[in-house]
């Protein structure tokens, strides 16, 4: 196999991508990684991409940064600046101000939230089989 391009992607991003592919062709790790992000993904590709845009605007954000604000979904200045801690830039209030604002567009209620990470329950064992052991 031989990469071509590579290109940074949120969650709801990569949601699409293996959504769109045939579950046969899937890997195992692909399988897990679909799995996982139909339960933690909270955003739809939709909300995304519009952000996304929004926040290319504000100067100063490179591509890795946004994903990882849409990833992450900030509430408080705080949590802004924790993302950035590690990055040779420091954004300004008024970024940050701009960033928390496209992000409260974006963000889904609290109770969705709650609702969609509820595990999923595992498949029962037939009492027959338990009566065997």
Same mark, same amino acid.
């Given at each position: ?7 940074? /992607?949120?969650?709801? +991003? @990569? ?7 045939? +579950? ?7 399988? *897990?990684? &679909?799995?996982? &992000? ?9 909300? %995304?991409?519009? =952000?996304?845009? =929004? &926040?290319?605007? *504000?100067?100063?954000?490179? +591509?890795?940064? $946004?994903? @990882? &604000? ?9 949590? %802004?600046?924790? *993302?950035?801690?590690? !990055?040779?830039?420091?954004?300004? @209030? /008024?970024? $940050?101000?701009? %960033?928390?604002? %496209? *992000?409260?567009? $974006? ?7 709650? @609702? ?7 498949? !029962?064992?037939?009492?027959?089989? !338990?009566?065997?052991?």
């Amino acid at each position: 196999m031989k990469i071509l391009e590579t290109k940074t /992607a949120t969650m709801a +991003e @990569a949601l699409d991508i293996l959504k769109n592919e045939n +579950e046969e062709n899937l890997g195992y790790e692909q399988k *897990i990684t &679909l799995e996982y &992000l139909h339960r933690h993904t909270l955003l739809s590709k939709k909300d %995304v991409v519009s =952000a996304r845009e =929004a &926040l290319e605007k *504000i100067e100063g954000l490179k +591509e890795h940064q $946004i994903t @990882a &604000l849409l990833d992450l979904l900030p509430e408080k200045e705080d949590d %802004v600046k924790i *993302i950035f801690m590690k !990055e040779r830039i420091t954004l300004e @209030a /008024a970024q $940050i101000k701009k %960033v928390l604002e %496209v *992000i409260d567009k $974006i963000r889904p209620d609290k109770k969705k939230i709650k @609702a969609k990470r509820t595990p999923i329950k595992k498949k !029962e064992e037939p009492k027959e089989a !338990e009566e065997e052991k």
